[in-house]
């Protein structure tokens, strides 16, 4: 009779996928915050669509001054579409642009559907202040898994989002 032989391949832990739309004053942060994430990467409204037709995201990071300020298009955009309506968005006040926008921009981009609208400007580039974004958005993409899994009827944890 043969042996029977097992052999079992380590599965790479799947990872939270993030869009981001970004600018350059702070693509190299914002690379050391999401590092730990499957991040796409886009500098423009087009290719920003075009990301989001072909796959799905956790989650979706857009800068104000993303494509010359249209950040509010993608928004739209994203909250318009059935597919991604239930995709959570945070908006980033980033380094470029005014000194102080109008606080009506936080409140804009929260009434079309954003999670959250975070302020760079006022937590430092550093290790600290970069730590601190790094833990929003893991809780915010625990937060978000759960609530999906709530909404499917499923009482199982959020280990489908980080392999755990």
Known sequence: MGTFVASFRAV???KPRVLVAEVASVAARLRAILGEYDCTRVRTLAEA????????????????QFNESRMFELLEHIVNDERLVDTPVVCLRDEEGPASPPAGIAL?????GARFFLDLRKLPDSETGNARLRQLFHHLLLLEADMNAYRAGRRDDVRPVFGR
Do not use: Q
């Not at 804009?108 to 079309?112: C, F, G, I, R, V």
């Open 49 to 64: 669509r075009r990301a989001l037709a072909r796959e799905p995201y956790n989650l979706v990071v857009i800068c104000v």
């Open 108 to 112: 804009s981009a929260k009434a079309l």
């Open 12 to 14: 790479e832990p799947l």
